[in-house]
């Protein structure tokens, strides 16, 4: 069955980096496109990049942009969200998902996607 399974995530200073793994199993990723969404305490959940797994087309808010790169290996079926310069406001669950589509939708548009990994928490702090 398909499955997403991110991983990565854990505590780090501001400044610091991570990399965020999201595992696909049960499909192929040239058939879905792979988002990374992120949600803090009473926020809302906000979308931050995509990747078309056809295309390799990408795709960030323009709160990451310059410092998180979305990335794929197909050879282990796993997209990755590499998280630079992190600030404290990155703090967030990050959730990987997947849509059966050929192009990224909105990344103001979550309720697009079809399935969701568990998510991993992400803390910058001193």
């Known amino acids: 069955q398909l499955q997403l399974v991110e991983s990565g995530g854990g505590l780090v200073q501001p400044g610091g980096s991570l990399r965020l793994s999201c595992a696909a199993s049960?499909?192929?990723?040239?058939?879905?496109?792979i988002g990374w969404f992120r949600q803090a305490p009473g926020k809302e959940r906000e979308g931050i990049s995509c990747m078309s797994g056809g295309s390799g087309r990408t795709n960030y808010a323009d709160s990451v942009k310059g410092r998180f790169t979305i990335s794929r290996d197909n050879a282990k079926n796993t997209v990755y969200l590499q998280m630079n310069s992190l600030k404290p406001e990155d703090t967030a669950v990050y959730s990987c998902?997947?849509?059966?589509?050929?192009?990224?939708?909105?990344?103001?548009?979550?309720?697009?996607?079809?399935?969701w990994g568990q998510g991993t928490q992400v803390t910058v702090s001193s």
């Open positions: 049960g499909f192929t990723l040239d058939d879905y496109v």
């Open positions: 998902a997947a849509l059966w589509s050929r192009r990224c939708p909105s990344l103001s548009t979550p309720q697009s996607y079809m399935y």
